[in-house]
C-alpha cells in the first residue's frame, strides 16, 4: 500500500545574525495509517520537522527535501491555496504552545466551529453541539462555561485538551501531535490516548505523536524515530526500545526518577560529539 | 513560622458574569527548606496557588502569605516589589508567554540584575553566561529572541531567569514538563543542588508524580479548588495513600516506570 506520507532527506535551517541553525540535517521517514512516535532530545529538532511538512516554517527559515508527499502529492511544489486547503482538512497539526496557538481575542467556542460552520455548512446549533461534544470526549469538565472562555483563561492542561479538540473536528488523515499531553496529569492523558488510539484504528488516520516521554512513547506507538541534534539516530519498533542500540536513547531511560527511587543526583548523560555528525 | 502559609485561600474569576471558583478554600504551610509538592487534575487550580502566592490572582477569601506577608499588589513598582522579586520567584508554566517576545535571551537574563543594580557589566555579562550554561545552554543562544528556540530550550530559559536573583523562595510551575529526560535531569539536579547550597524553599507543580517524589519531602492533591491529600515521602514509598484519585496517580505512575 502507498504511505500516506513521504518524507526524503528534509532538511530546515535558519541563517541568523549569530551564524547558519542547522534545525533539521536530512530526516527521511514514511508514515503509513499507523503511530509514528518521535522522542529526542529538546532541540533536535523534532518541532521543526513536524512544521516543515505542513509548510509551517516562518522565514527566514529554509525547508528541503528530496521528496515530500502527502497521499502521493508532492507538498513542496504544492501552490499555498492548495496548502492552506489541505491543513484545513486533511492535516493538522496539535501545536506544543497550545495556549499561544490558540487565537487570543476569540473564544474558545467560535475557534471550535467556525470550521464546521464555515467548510462543513453546519447549522450553528449542530457545530456547537459537535464543539461541546469534543470538549466532553478530551475529559473538560464543564464544557459550556470553557466554550465562552478566552485562551487566557484556561489552565495549561485545558489549552491543550482544546487545542487536540480543535484539530480532530475536521477528522484529519494525518495528524501530527507536539508533546500533546505533556500538562496532563496520567488519567486524562490515558483518555486522550485512547480517542486517537481509537482514530488510527477506525479511521485509519496517520500519527506522528511527538513526544519527550519515552516510556509512553513506548507503550503507545507502534514506531519510534529517535531524533539527536536535527537527525534521525535510530528508528525502531516500539516493542524494542528495550534493545536500542544507540548510546543517547540507551542513556535516556536511566536519567528518569521513579517514585521511591533514590534521592541523590539524577544519572545525566555524558554527550559525545560524535553523536552530532 | 511556616515560610508559605496559605489558609482558607478562595480564588474567584469573573469570567462574562460568570463566576469560576479556582481555588475553593485550602489550607497550606510550607516550612524554611522544605521543598512541598502539588499535584493533581488538571483544571483543579494548581497554578492558581502559585500565582496568588505572586499576587497575580485575585484572593477572593483567606491568606496567601510568604515570611507573613501578602505579596504586593499587582502594578506597583516600588522597593517592596523590588525584595519580593528577590526573594521570590516564579517559573511559569507556558515559557511562551512568560518570555517578553522583543527581548533577547541576553537581556531577559540580565534585565533583572540591572534593575536591582546588581554588578557592573562584566559581572552581568559573567553570571549571564554561567546561567545559560547552568541549563545546559551554550553561548550561540545568547542573542536570540523566544521564537528562535524550542519549547525546551524557552523553558529552561525560563529556569534561568529565576534564578538569576538568587532568591530564596522557588514557585516552580510544571518546570522541566517540555523536557525530555535527559535535559531533565539536569535541571532538577541544578535545583536541587542550589537548594542545598543555599537553603531553598520550594512549591514545585508537576504533572508527574516521579518528579515530585525524586524532588519534594511532601505533597498535596488537588482536585476541584480542593486539597484533597497530604502526603509525605515516606507514605508515597508505602503507598499508603487514601484517595482514589492519589492511587490511581501513583498506579499509573508506577506503570509508566520505565523499562530497564
Ligand atoms: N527561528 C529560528 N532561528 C534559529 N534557530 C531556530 C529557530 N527556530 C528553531 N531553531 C532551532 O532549531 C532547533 C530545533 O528546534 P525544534 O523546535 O525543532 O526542537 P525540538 O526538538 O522540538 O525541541 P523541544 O523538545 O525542546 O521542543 C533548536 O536548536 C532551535 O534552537
Ligand atoms: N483568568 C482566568 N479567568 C477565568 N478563569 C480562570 C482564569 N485563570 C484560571 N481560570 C480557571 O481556573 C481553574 C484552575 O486553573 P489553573 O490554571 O489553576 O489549573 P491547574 O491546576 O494549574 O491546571 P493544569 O494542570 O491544566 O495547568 C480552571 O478552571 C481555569 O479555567
Ligand atoms: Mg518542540
Ligand atoms: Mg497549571
Known amino acids: 500500500m502507498k504511505p500516506l506520507l513521504e518524507v526524503e532527506d528534509l532538511k530546515v535551517a535558519f541563517d541568523t545574525p549569530g551564524g547558519r541553525v542547522e534545525a533539521v540535517r536530512g530526516v527521511s521517514f514514511t508514515l503509513g495509517r499507523e503511530r509514528l512516535g518521535i522522542v529526542g532530545e529538546s532541540g533536535s529538532g523534532k518541532t521543526m520537522t513536524g512544521r516543515a511538512i505542513l509548510r ?23 501552490p499555498e491555496r492548495g496548502m492552506r486547503a489541505l491543513r484545513g482538512r486533511r492535516l493538522a497539526m496539535v501545536m506544543q504552545d497550545p495556549k499561544y496557538s490558540l487565537n487570543p481575542v476569540m473564544t474558545v467556542g467560535r475557534q471550535l466551529t467556525e470550521g464546521l ?40 492542561g485545558m489549552g491543550q485538551r482544546v487545542m487536540i479538540a480543535m484539530m480532530l ?26 480517542i486517537l488510539d481509537g482514530l488510527v484504528r477506525e479511521r485509519g488516520l496517520g500519527l506522528i505523536f511527538i513526544s519527550h516521554d519515552l516510556p509512553l512513547v513506548a507503550r503507545f506507538c507502534d514506531r519510534v524515530l529517535v531524533m539527536y541534534a536535527g537527525r534521525v539516530v535510530e528508528s525502531l519498533a516500539a516493542s524494542e526500545l528495550e534493545q ?30 560524535g553523536w552530532a555528525e | 513560622m511556616a515560610l508559605i502559609e496559605i ?51 485575585p484572593v477572593s477569601a483567606g491568606r496567601a502569605l510568604i515570611d507573613g506577608r501578602a505579596p504586593p499588589a499587582l502594578g506597583r513598582i516600588g522597593s517592596r516589589d523590588r525584595a ?12 511562551y508567554g512568560s518570555l517578553h ?23 552581568r555579562d559573567r553570571r549571564v553566561e554561567a546561567a545559560l550554561q547552568d541549563v545546559g545552554l551554550d553561548a550561540s543562544f545568547r542573542f536570540r529572541y523566544p521564537h528562535q528556540l524550542s519549547g525546551g530550550q524557552r523553558q529552561r530559559v525560563a529556569v534561568a531567569r529565576a534564578l538569576m536573583l538568587e532568591p530564596s523562595v522557588l ?62 515521602r515516606e507514605a508515597l514509598a508505602r503507598g499508603a495513600v487514601r484517595e482514589d484519585y492519589t492511587r490511581a496517580l501513583l498506579a499509573a505512575s508506577q506503570a509508566h516506570a520505565p523499562v530497564q
Open chain 1, 117 to 156: 460552520r464555515r467548510r462543513d455548512r453546519l447549522s450553528a446549533g449542530a457545530a456547537r453541539r459537535r464543539a461541546v461534544a469534543m470538549l466532553e470526549a478530551v475529559q473538560i469538565r464543564d464544557p459550556e462555561r470553557v466554550m465562552g472562555a478566552y485562551p487566557h483563561e484556561l489552565s495549561g
Open chain 1, 56 to 78: 509551517l516554517v516562518q522565514p527566514p527559515g529554509r525547508v528541503t527535501a528530496k521528496r515530500l508527499a502527502f497521499d502521493g502529492r508532492d507538498l513542496l511544489s504544492l
Open chain 2, 101 to 123: 517576545p522583543r527581548h533577547t535571551v541576553d537581556r531577559v537574563l540580565s534585565e533583572p540584575l540591572l534593575v536591582h543594580g546588581l554588578g557592573g557589566r562584566r559581572e
Open chain 2, 84 to 95: 519580593f522579586a528577590r526573594r521570590v520567584q516564579m517559573v511559569f508554566q507556558d515559557p
Open chain 1, 169 to 194: 473536528i475536521p477528522e484529519p488523515d494525518l495528524l501530527i501531535a507536539d508533546e500533546p499531553t505533556s500538562a496532563l496529569d496520567v488519567t486524562v492523558e490515558a483518555e486522550v490516548l485512547r
Open chain 1, 244 to 273: 536500542a542500540r544507540h548510546p543517547y536513547t540507551r542513556g535516556l531511560l536511566r536519567c528518569l526518577p521513579a517514585v521511591g527511587g533514590p534521592r541523590g543526583p539524577l544519572p545525566t548523560l555524558r554527550r559525545d560529539p
Open chain 2, 171 to 232: 514557585l516552580l510551575d510544571e518546570p522541566t514538563s517540555a523536557l525530555d529526560a535527559s535535559v531533565q535531569a539536569e535541571v532538577l539536579n541544578l535545583l536541587s543542588r542550589l537548594r542545598e547550597e543555599r537553603g531553598l524553599t520550594f512549591l514545585m507543580v508537576s504533572h508527574d508524580f516521579a518528579v515530585i517524589d525524586h524532588m519534594c519531602d511532601r505533597l498535596a492533591v488537588m482536585q476541584q479548588g480542593r486539597i484533597v491529600e497530604v502526603l509525605d
Open chain 2, 7 to 57: 489558609a482558607g485561600l478562595e480564588v474567584v474569576f469573573a469570567a462574562r458574569g460568570e463566576a469560576v471558583r479556582a481555588v475553593r478554600g485550602i489550607d497550606l504551610s510550607v516550612e524554611p527548606r522544605e521543598s512541598f509538592g502539588l499535584v493533581g487534575e488538571s483544571g483543579s487550580g494548581k497554578s492558581t496557588v502559585l500565582r496568588a502566592l505572586c499576587g497575580l490572582a
